[in-house]
Structure formats: C-alpha cells, structure tokens
T-cell receptor, first 112, second 113 residues
Framework: GENVEQHPSTLSVQEGDSAVIKCTYSDSASNYFPWYKQELGKRPQLIIDIRSNVGEKKDQRIAVTLNKTAKHFSLHITETQPEDSAVYFC???????????WGAGTKLIIKP | NAGVTQTPKFQVLKTGQSMTLQCAQDMNHEYMSWYRQDPGMGLRLIHYSVGAGITDQGEVPNGYNVSRSTTEDFPLRLLSAAPSQTSVYFC????????????FGPGTRLLVL
C-alpha cells in the first residue's frame, strides 16, 4: 500500500525566511497531493493541493512542487510570518481504496 | 452553515465501556470520514462513507463501528474502549470524495483509563 514519509519532523526558521517541507510517497499511481495546516488545538485545514498533471502550483506565499519521477512533493512557504507557526501535514492517495494516507506532520516554528 | 460539528469535545471512559462519537455536517456532502490523530503519527483513517447507506473500512478500523443512515450524520461507535484508543478523533466531509477539500470538525479528545 501507499506510504508517505514527511521531513523534517520539526523546522525552525527565522521570521521572513523561507521554509520547505518535503514528502515522499511510494505508489507511482498516486495522483492527488494535498497539504493541510493545523494550528495548536485546532482542526486541520487545506492550504494547497496539487494533482499529478502539473508540476507546480502557487498561492501567494505558498507553493507546492511535485516530482513524479522521484516520487516526492514539497511545500514552500516564503517570507514566513508568526501566523505560519503550525503543524503541516502532507497526504497522498492510496490506490487500493482511493483514500488519503497522511504523513506524520512537520511542526513549523517561526522565530521572531 | 455550521460546517462539520462533533460531540462531545472531551470524554473520559473506563476500559470496556462503549460510547458513540457524533458527527454531523450541513453542507450536503456525500463523503464523510473518521480519523484518529496520535502524536507523531499524523492522521489515520478509521472508516469512511461515500453516501448514505454505504460505509467502508480505512487503515485502522478494529474496535470501531460506523453507520450512515442519513447524508448529514456519521456516528462512530467504540464497542469496548481500550487504553490504546486514547486519541483525538476528527470527523471530516467533502463534496464527493477524498480527492477534494476535506472539511474537518473540531475534534473529540478521548481518554480511556
């Protein structure tokens, strides 16, 4: 079945710098890759997603890139701000039942 | 719209007790799912439903039952609670399936003693 690995588990960056979180997946047939943000004590919320027919997608300070050959996708956050502090989860589709398999999460800390 | 709602917010159970976690959505979504979230393990799918009357197992279904008699409600039943079921439980819904935006409820924190 699908396996999603997410790195790093914790990332600390200076405010204003960029942050990059990477996920690898095992099923080459997986075709949908969302990223969710979970603030402390809150519910996860979708921030961006990408499908396998595109290599990159941007939304203001957030971008996701997909490398199908290497089977990895990354979340890029530029000009980080204090409100970016949260846990970020990636996910990919499990081919057997078309359900999401999630990475373990990355805790992003923005230092003032 | 209230979106996705869950009750209770917090529950303490003793080993062997049963209970039902409630989930409701008012967005007329066909797809609903239950996850558990444990530290360092991300979200793991327990059960899901693609429409009223249709349910299926996810990654970690043992010890849980679900039913979907209406589009709006998707309760999760713990049959005989065990300490290993201590977790935060999230219900989610989407318009049609897992490849669309999942709207999560606020979560239920469950402690099994």
């Amino acid at each position: 079945g699908e396996n999603v690995e997410q790195h790093p588990s914790t990332l600390s960056v200076q405010e204003g710098d960029s942050a990059v979180i990477k996920c690898t997946y095992s099923d080459s047939a997986s075709n949908y890759f969302p990223w969710y943000k979970q603030e402390l004590g809150k519910r996860p919320q979708l921030i961006i997603d990408i499908r396998s027919n595109v290599g990159e997608k941007k939304d203001q300070r957030i971008a996701v890139t997909l490398n199908k050959t290497a089977k990895h996708f990354s979340l890029h956050i530029t000009e980080t701000q204090p409100e970016d502090s949260a846990v970020y989860f990636c996910a990919a589709i499990e081919r057997s039942n078309y359900q999401l398999i999630w990475g373990a999460g990355t805790k992003l800390i923005i230092k003032p | 719209n209230a979106g996705v709602t869950q009750t209770p917010k917090f529950q303490v159970l003793k080993t062997g007790q049963s209970m039902t976690l409630q989930c409701a959505q008012d967005m007329n979504h066909e797809y609903m799912s239950w996850y558990r979230q444990d530290p360092g393990m991300g979200l793991r799918l327990i059960h899901y439903s693609v429409g009223a009357g249709i349910t299926d197992q996810g990654e970690v279904p043992n010890g849980y039952n679900v039913s979907r008699s209406t589009t709006e409600d998707f309760p999760l039943r713990l049959l005989s609670a065990a300490p290993s079921q201590t977790s935060v439980y999230f219900c989610a819904s989407s318009n049609r399936g897992s490849q669309e935006t999942q709207y999560f409820g606020p979560g239920t924190r469950l402690l099994v003693l």
